[in-house]
Each structure stands twice: as structure tokens, then as C-alpha cells.
């Protein structure tokens, strides 16, 4: 399940519930029985249709990976460092290659790393 739930609080929660039914119903009888508030976040986390019996929401209950995977928040934390540091191009500024260089009026390649608004000035006309 997800942090704050598990999958005995879902069914107290929906005890009552006559089957099918939709995302809306589902919550609203969450509600009605006074589930606590994890509970009711998961359960509004539903995707909408039918569900024709408690075992199809249990199913349909998004899952958190890293607290089936039994990690400690220090090994979550790093685990979403890694995972968002890849692949993102997070390179600092100075250590970018250029795209393509710019050229000088004489056709020579200078790079042009920065250019603030302030400093930057429509080319004259020849």
C-alpha cells in the first residue's frame, strides 16, 4: 500500500459499500465511515470506472515501490537524487559545450556563452 494505509484500514473504510461501484461512490462511503485522512487520499487517488468488488479497488490503489521494497526514508531520499540526476542535463553552466559556435562580421567562430539583456544589441544595418 502507500505510507498511513494498509490494506486492513481500506476495508474497514468500505465495509459498507454496495458494489459496483464508481471512483466517487468509493470515496464518499470512505468519508461517511470516518476514515482517516491517509485513507481517504488514497482512495481519492482511485482511477474513475466501476469497481465491482473491494478486491478490484485493492488492486487499482496506487502503490509506493520503495515502501514495498522496505526502505528507510535516508535510502528513499537517495534513491530520488539518483533518479533525477540522470538524464536531465544537469550540467552546470561553465562546463557546457556550446552548440554552435557564433561567428565574428570576418567569419571567424568566437563562443558566446552569456548574454544579459541589458548588454545585448540589435546588429546594425551595414
Not at 474497514?12 to 470515496?27: C, E, F, G, Q, T
Not at 470512505?30 to 476514515?35: F, L, M, P
Amino acid at each position: 500500500m502507500t505510507r498511513g494505509t494498509d490494506v486492513e484500514s481500506v476495508r474497514r473504510a468500505l465495509s459498507s459499500l454496495d458494489y459496483p461501484a464508481d471512483k466517487h461512490d468509493v470515496v464518499r462511503c470512505a468519508e461517511e465511515t470516518g476514515a482517516g485522512e491517509p485513507v481517504i487520499r488514497v482512495l481519492a487517488a482511485l482511477p474513475l470506472g466501476s469497481y465491482d468488488n473491494l478486491d478490484e479497488v485493492l488492486r487499482s490503489i496506487p502503490r509506493d515501490p520503495s515502501q514495498e521494497a522496505g526502505l528507510t526514508a535516508d535510502e528513499e531520499t537517495r534513491l530520488a537524487r539518483e533518479r533525477s540526476a540522470g538524464g536531465r542535463g544537469r550540467v552546470a553552466e561553465h562546463l557546457r559545450e556550446p552548440i554552435e559556435p557564433a561567428r565574428s562580421a570576418d567569419g571567424e567562430a568566437r563562443v558566446v556563452t552569456h548574454v544579459s539583456r541589458s548588454a545585448w544589441r540589435a546588429p546594425s544595418a551595414p
